[in-house]
């Protein structure tokens, strides 16, 4: 090793020798003269520019590095782009894991204590009456006033009144769940959560068929339908709402007035297809719920600006079920290996800024870590290796793959 890398080498780092290391390949064209050279899964080696280089050795622990963009990678390079310097214990395919049945139950009561999510987690008829006024969460000074379809809509009690699942699965939307091979052990569920309408048709394999309760935030009618102003678009979000059954739609209605466009809508195409026989039933998170929940994570020192659809759904499943797995959260662009993901399961070349967006799912996936290790939730990531042949595709910048949403 250099002078230099003597000079800024952490202490902790291990000088492993030059010929154990197997270079996959070089980045030629690099402005940034930035170099990852993997070694074996648990050696990681990087190269800084200048023959300045750091050799890092890892048991248990796979480290994603953040460094600026390393562009024109090559096939077979596998680059980590990505997030913070975060590193933490692998979890692997087969990995042996108790619930610890006391431990759950307790924080369960916790839950319940502080949240009263089976009482609050949507507007009922019998809680609320037509004409409340309900303001923004983001303006205040503005209102919704809740009458026609919204009231019609309405669950005559709390759908949790008094349930309780055995064993729930909460399907979070992160790329890890491409090529997962997660759907059936998904499907074994007893209640199974879903966020914000994500589709499932074309993945199966990787996310599974069932869906007791989804998320939709109202931007999707326009984002992923073009508010429906088509017969295809229509048709094709008529088709994704039948795929949720007879189970729940969970619409947060009074975050911000600029949705208001999309919940009138939304409102109407539910009434018209549940006069046609569309069997799911909606809810509208009470404002209570939502700062509760909120409330009880920042509470337990989880500092975030916003939780995201999938925490939130995880605090619902955790007061509603004896055991939950978790599926699609893992806050990287890179898998453990190095491998490129997606920010969504269903995209194919979306990135997210894990260190500046306004979810902080890094914070996020610490406080679920720390729970799975208590035996109080189960954190999954593939349920079965990714093949060779996908891991080879996925680091070729030829690579399509063109299931999309
Ligand atoms: C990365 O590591 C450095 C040095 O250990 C630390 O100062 C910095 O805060 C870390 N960044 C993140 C995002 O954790
Ligand atoms: C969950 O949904 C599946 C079908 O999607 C259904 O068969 C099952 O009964 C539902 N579970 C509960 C507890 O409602």
Redesign the pocket.
């Known amino acids: 090793m250099t002078k230099r890398s003597r000079r800024h080498g952490p202490a902790h780092m291990t000088k492993i020798r030059l010929d154990n290391i197997i270079l996959t390949k070089q980045n030629r064209n690099d402005t940034c003269r930035r170099l990852l050279i993997f070694v074996t899964m648990t050696t990681v080696a990087v190269t800084l520019g200048q023959g300045y280089t750091q050799y890092k050795e890892y048991v248990d622990y796979h480290i994603s590095m953040c460094f600026s963009v390393v562009r024109n990678t090559m096939y077979g390079t596998k680059s980590l782009l990505t997030t913070g310097n975060w590193t933490y214990p692998a979890l692997p395919t087969e990995e042996p894991w108790t619930l610890d049945e006391e431990a759950a139950a307790n924080f369960r009561e916790e839950l319940e204590q502080e949240c009263h999510i089976k009482r609050d987690i949507s507007l009922t008829k019998s809680s609320a009456k037509v004409g409340k006024k309900i303001v923004y969460d983001v303006e205040p000074q503005h209102y919704v006033t809740l009458a026609g379809p919204m009231y019609v809509l309405l669950p005559e009690t709390s759908p949790f009144d008094g349930?309780f699942?055995n064993t729930c699965a909460v399907v979070g939307n992160g790329g890890i769940l491409r090529d997962s091979k997660c759907g059936s052990e998904i499907d074994t569920a007893?209640?199974?959560f879903r966020c914000n309408l994500a589709p499932i048709s074309r993945y199966h394999e990787d996310v599974g068929?069932?869906?007791?309760f989804t998320t939709m935030n109202p931007s999707v009618l326009k984002t992923y339908y073009n508010r429906v102003n088509s017969e295809n678009s229509r048709r094709r979000f008529i088709n994704r709402l039948q795929e949720?059954?007879?189970?729940f739609l969970w619409i947060p209605a009074f975050v911000s007035k600029m949705g208001e466009r999309e919940v009138n809508l939304l409102n109407s195409i539910l009434m018209g297809e549940r006069l046609n026989g569309l069997p799911l039933q909606p809810l509208y998170p009470t404002k209570e719920v939502t700062r509760a929940i909120f409330k009880f994570w920042n509470t337990r020192k989880l500092e975030v600006p916003r939780l995201t659809t999938g925490l939130c759904m995880y605090t619902i499943a955790a007061s509603v079920c004896r055991q939950v797995a978790l599926y699609g959260f893992y806050p990287s662009n890179h898998d453990r290996e190095g491998n490129r993901l997606p920010y969504h399961y269903y995209e194919r070349r979306s990135r997210y800024n894990f260190e500046q967006g306004p979810h902080k799912m890094y914070n996020e996936y610490k406080a679920l870590k720390s729970l799975h290790d208590k035996g109080i939730v189960r954190l999954r990531e593939r349920c079965k290796p990714l093949p060779s042949y996908v891991y080879a595709m996925r680091n070729n910048p030829h690579y399509r793959d063109d299931r999309g949403r």
Do not use: H, L, M
Request: hydrophobic residues 25%.
């Open positions: 349930k699942y007893d209640f199974v068929t069932r869906t007791n949720i059954g007879d189970g």
